[in-house]
């Protein structure tokens, strides 16, 4: 594919998909680290705790297992879609083809609890849809780069 030099809209699209990455992979960080320090206080308490109460210990390990095996894999699906339909046609030059992903993620996002990520995907959207307007006053047209 060709490099297509991207204007300031487009530019600025690309810094805020980019920076919705690093808070993504941040907060899935900081979630694991905070599990998995949960799951050794809560073992180290059943070992010294002297109950031999497998029960007790299975209850947490039960909900938190079920919040590692679902969220988690969710929070590394939308890293990846993320970058791989918005910010990598960004970095193309593919701007119109990252225009729809940008607005149904970022709404999406939003309301499942990314406010912040999704906050910037659709401000991302705002300056895709500049970015286009801008090309075509130019004459460059950038909706047949799809």
Do not use: C
């Not at 300031?8 to 998909?17: E, G, N, Q, R």
């Not at 002297?50 to 297992?65: A, D, E, L």
């Not at 004459?139 to 799809?146: F, P």
Request: charged fraction near 15%; avoid cysteine.
């Amino acid at each position: 594919m060709e490099y297509n030099r991207l204007d300031s809209d487009a530019s600025t699209a690309k810094t805020l998909v980019f920076v919705a990455l690093i808070l993504e992979v941040v907060v899935f960080i900081i979630g694991l680290l905070g599990v998995l320090l949960f799951l050794a206080a809560a073992a180290a308490f059943s070992a010294s705790s002297g109950t031999g109460n497998p029960m007790s210990i299975n209850v947490g390990f039960s909900f938190f297992g079920l919040f590692i095996f679902i969220f988690f894999p969710i929070a590394i699906i939308w890293v990846l879609l993320d970058y791989f339909l918005i910010y990598k046609h960004l970095s193309q030059g593919e701007v119109a083809a990252a225009e729809s992903p940008a607005l149904i993620l970022g709404v999406i996002q939003l309301v499942l609890g990314g406010i912040i990520t999704g906050l910037l995907l659709i401000i991302a959207w705002v300056k895709i849809r500049d970015s286009m307007r801008n090309s075509k006053v130019k004459g460059q047209d950038r909706s047949d780069l799809q």
